[in-house]
């Protein structure tokens, strides 16, 4: 079958693609303002035009380019992104370059990473590809200073941030680098930059371990604490909940508690991102089905990312493989779901874009 000028290790989806018949469709931004060419599942890719989930700076602060990463996203389906920067660092003085093997080393909140961010998007201006910029340089454990360093951002950069997050409510992980969960107490005492977000309309994307093997819920409670004190605030759960210390849990299970917040709380989203998803859950044949029709249910309220991390040294390879493998999913959802998943629709609508995922080619 003719793919659309699209191979498993290499995409070329610069400007268009050709149809079953030879016609270039045209896949540039413009083609995302108003009527365009039907999408043809059949012929064009899998994979997600949305990358909501992208970090452009790294833990030790050595990237790749912007310039380069953003040549990353040229080459595949990608057009619309989130750029995030990383807001937990190691000291900038530190020879240590994964905290993973550096315990006891602190992986920190800091402005560093968004400041950086915000000068490369001044500097390296792309009418080829939307960027959405976010800070993340918040300590949900040490909600105080915010505001503070908010109005620091719209100084120094004004306008140019729409976003909030990635960041880490409870990430098990960062545990042995000084990171601390945040409290019921801090949660309580997020309101004032909670409602600085809803007055601005910016989605949070909290980073927040459900549990893990020994415990599968033991975190639970932080995020639903969450969602209850700020039903209003579009919150992003990310990589539903899951993470490298929680790769056993039933899906029946996880589904169950994903189903019930998701019913509950009418702002929650959820991102996908991340290939852990893909590799222990989504891509097990006794599970994929369940996620399937999870992902078809709630389609309206999930957003697609790769969880790219864009440390110097990470190849062109690398990022296609990430958004191959969390995108591997979106071959297995209706055309509804596919639409408002990987052509980016809910990414559309939830920030309010002058933008519409094109249509599905009925056959």
Known sequence: ?????????????????????????????????????????ETEPYTAVVDSHLHYRPFDG?????????????????????VYGIGQMLPANSTCSDYSKCPGVPVLP???????????????KTNKLHLTLSMTFTD???????IEIMKLYDKEYPG???WMGEVNLIKQAQLHNQHKAATFENIKNWSGFMAELRKRNFPLTIHSDIGNDSSP????????KVLALYPDNKIVWAHLGLSQEQIKMKASDHIAILTRLLD?????????????????????????????????KYSTRILPGTDFVAFLGNTFKVY?????ATGRINQYLNDEAFRNIALGENYFKLLGLDYQAPQICTH
């Not at 995409?11 to 083609?31: E, H, K, Q």
């Not at 990353?72 to 619309?80: A, M, P």
Request: proline share 5%; with cysteine; aromatic share 16%.
């Open 62 to 82: 050595k990237a790749i380019p912007f310039q380069e990463v953003n040549d990353y996203l040229l080459q595949t389906s990608v057009r619309f992104v989130n």
């Open 160 to 162: 140019l941030f729409h």
């Open 110 to 124: 800091t402005i560093r990473n968004d400041f950086v961010n915000a000068a490369n998007m001044v500097e390296f």
């Open 264 to 296: 509950k709380y009418p702002n929650l989203m959820m991102d996908i991102s991340w290939r852990i998803l893909d590799y222990y859950y989504f891509n097990k044949p006794d599970k994929q089905a369940k996620y399937v029709a999870f992902l078809n």
């Open 140 to 146: 949900l454990s040490n909600p105080g200073p915010t």
């Open 320 to 324: 296609q493989s990430e958004l191959n």
């Open 217 to 224: 819920t033991l975190y639970l409670p932080l995020m639903e």
């Open 1 to 41: 079958m003719r793919r659309c000028l699209y191979f498993v290790l290499q995409a070329v989806f610069l400007t268009g693609c050709a149809s079953s018949n030879g016609d270039v469709i045209d896949r540039s931004l413009d083609s995302f303002r108003g009527e365009s060419a039907c999408y043809n599942r």
